[in-house]
């Protein structure tokens, strides 16, 4: 190859330039006769440039006395398969605009205004420069000034000489260069534009969006964007670049958030969904999301968000197993709708819908919703449903158990047993039903640690009898066995079921009687502690009027209502209050000679005999021995 040398006339490169900008600038300052011609003549084309060759943009920067580092800082380099990368940026040719020259006229106009050198040097075409921002098709506005990017120059309609030529369209449409800045709409770069440039600049960051490519990034927010603004079936191909750029920014909005926003987003769709039939599918909900990869979509830079889709699909929307879901095939069902558990299990949808929300699967207000628009877990739903196929109603329980049937009521109502769902809505006949597999499991843990007895031992009873015996209710016994507090626990082998466990009557006895904790004391207690008879304490606690109060409590043994004085009223009684008798014994002296004492020192009885049949004093009123 030609060894290159610096030309004699150069310019500076300006800043973001683009390659193919630079180097038509170039020709402009040292031919007339067009860019194209001018690298032919230096052993360089057009295209070659404006692809990004390394080898290309070193013999330019040669040319210019430049390095070729600044010149491949703002090119889109051609790497092969129709891409290109722009600094560490992979992108699509679809990525960028190459026929139609867009620019923003207030740039382009400071350029020139700029411009310094002598007269013969003050030409637009050698001084306005394209910016390789405006190559990017997703950038429409200019961030500077706060305009909409125009289009200039349209090499469509022209000769193939002059794509790429930047100074030739300056030169040709510089009259317009007013009128293009008045219709040059007045707005903000959106939050897209401003995502796309910061990453070209500064590389990627850590969120969601960063994982995908750059055009995939454009693609997804496009499209969320789309159906976001329009409903789930819009026409991107009929977008105008406003309606493009509108969407770009709801769309990011959105995905810059991350999976659980668009999520949330994918949730809005299946919520706001107008569909009501029974049958309708993720088509019917996504719209364009799911089409533009259900029908064999031909790039993958979006794939991210189809990922995210087929994920969110397979866990909120009642596919089955079998189905194909973006490309891949549903294993599992992660959720049914009511339409779909009705048909997998010939139960009415009227039916599911009163014991899925009583299950408590399905929301309370869900009563109006359409059937395909409610859906819960699948798996615990399907269990629901077999667990009520084989249920037990109520009244069958007993025989079930092999229990009397008051027990299997008290067994219900304790909560041992639990149905499957409210009697309202779980057998036609309205009565609880119990799932089979439950009551199972009740006898299995009632049985569990009981030694099988061929004759049954002394001592040893059913649940009815031990309760009887041990003053107590057969539930309470219950709970002692599932509880793991009776050891001694037998299986008579001649009965089955519930019938057949026995238990130790004196150790159910002992367990009951420790459950009732003692809170006061007994009259014979009391007549013991302060050393009277029955007459004075019956006195004491008469009711309303003595200084005794009392409560009404279960006896531990016989279970039978017994009077019994708190433990803390008897001790506010013995710091106040002394018996004469127990007074003359502290002090040695007999009973009669302290009263004359104490009716010599003026102290009075505070309880009197007449009353009382005892005399007490008040200790706080009695003199000092």
């Not at 009563?367 to 409610?374: F, L, P, Q, W």
């Not at 209502?561 to 502290?586: N, S």
Request: glycine letters at 8%.
């Amino acid at each position: 190859m030609t060894q290159m040398n610096t030309l004699r006339l150069t310019l500076a490169l300006g800043e973001d330039e683009s390659p193919s900008s630079f180097a038509s600038r170039l020709a402009a300052l040292n031919t007339a006769g067009g860019m194209a011609n001018f690298l032919l003549d230096l052993g360089l084309t057009s295209r070659f440039v404006a692809d990004g060759y390394d080898w290309a943009l070193d013999d330019l920067a040669t040319l210019a006395g430049i390095s070729s580092a600044s010149l491949a800082t703002h090119a889109a380099r051609r790497i092969g398969g129709g891409d290109y990368m722009i600094r560490e940026e992979r992108v699509p040719r679809e990525f960028l605009r190459r026929s139609r020259l867009h620019v923003c006229p207030a740039c382009l106009q400071d350029d020139f205004a700029c411009a310094a050198g002598p007269q013969i040097m003050r030409r637009p075409e050698l001084h306005a420069y394209g910016r390789m921002a405006w190559l990017l098709r997703p950038i429409r506005t200019c961030a500077k000034h706060n305009l909409g990017l125009v289009e200039m120059f349209n090499t469509t309609t022209t000769r193939p000489s002059e794509l790429y030529d930047f100074a030739h369209a300056i030169r040709t449409e510089w009259p317009r260069i007013d009128t293009l800045l008045a219709i040059a709409p007045r707005r903000e770069p959106s939050v897209l534009e401003t995502y796309i440039l910061d990453r070209i600049r500064n590389g990627r960051g850590a969120g969601w969006l960063d994982t995908c490519s750059l055009y995939g990034v454009v693609t997804i927010c496009e499209l969320v964007g789309a159906v976001s603004l329009q409903g789930p079936t819009p026409n991107l191909k009929l977008f105008s670049e406003d309606e493009r750029a509108a969407a770009g920014a709801a769309g990011y909005a959105i995905a810059s958030q991350g999976e659980e926003a668009l999520r949330r987003f994918f949730s809005s769709l299946q919520e706001t969904c107008q569909s009501q039939a029974g049958q309708a599918g993720p088509q019917a909900i996504y719209g364009r999301l799911y089409q533009g990869w259900g029908y064999g979509g031909k790039r993958s830079e979006a794939s991210p968000l189809r990922d995210v889709l087929r994920q969110h699909i397979v866990e909120t929307t009642p596919v089955g197993p079998g189905t194909s879901v973006l490309g891949m095939i549903v294993e599992k069902r992660s959720v049914h709708s009511i339409y779909t558990l009705s048909r997998a299990t010939g139960q009415h949808p009227a039916r599911l819908r009163k014991i899925l929300i009583e299950a408590g699967l399905v929301p309370e207000d869900a009563t109006d919703v359409v059937d395909n628009r409610i859906v819960f877990n699948a798996e615990e739903a399907e269990r629901l449903v077999r667990r009520l196929d084989t249920s037990v109603p109520l009244k069958d329980v007993a025989g079930y158990l092999n229990c009397p049937r008051v027990h299997a009521r008290l067994l219900y109502e304790r909560e041992f047993l639990r149905p499957v769902v409210d009697a309202s809505v779980s057998m036609a006949s309205g009565k609880h039903a119990f799932a089979k597999e439950d009551l199972d499991d009740f006898l299995e843990r009632l049985l569990r640690s009981a030694t099988p007895m061929s004759y049954r031992e002394a001592g040893f009873s059913d649940l009815p009898g031990a309760a009887k015996k041990a003053c107590c209710s057969a539930m309470e016994i219950v709970a002692l066995v599932l509880e793991g507090r009776l050891k001694r626990l037998g299986r008579d082998l001649n009965q089955q079921g519930y019938l057949a466990l026995l238990v130790d009557v004196e150790e159910v006895r002992a367990l009951v009687r420790l459950n009732i904790k003692a809170q006061g004391m007994t009259l014979r207690e009391i007549e013991r502690r302060i050393g009277t008879n029955t007459k004075v304490v019956e006195a004491l606690i008469r009711a309303g009027d003595g200084p005794l109060p009392t409560l009404t409590v279960v006896n531990p043994v016989n279970r039978c209502p017994q009077t019994v004085v708190p433990f803390e009223a008897l001790d506010a009684f013995e710091r106040e209050y002394i018996g004469l008798t127990h007074l003359a014994r502290e002090r040695g002296v007999h009973h009669i000679v302290l009263r004359k004492q104490l009716d010599a020192a003026g102290v009075v009885p505070a309880l009197r005999r007449e009353k009382f049949g005892a005399t007490f004093y008040r200790r706080i009123e009695l003199p000092v021995p």
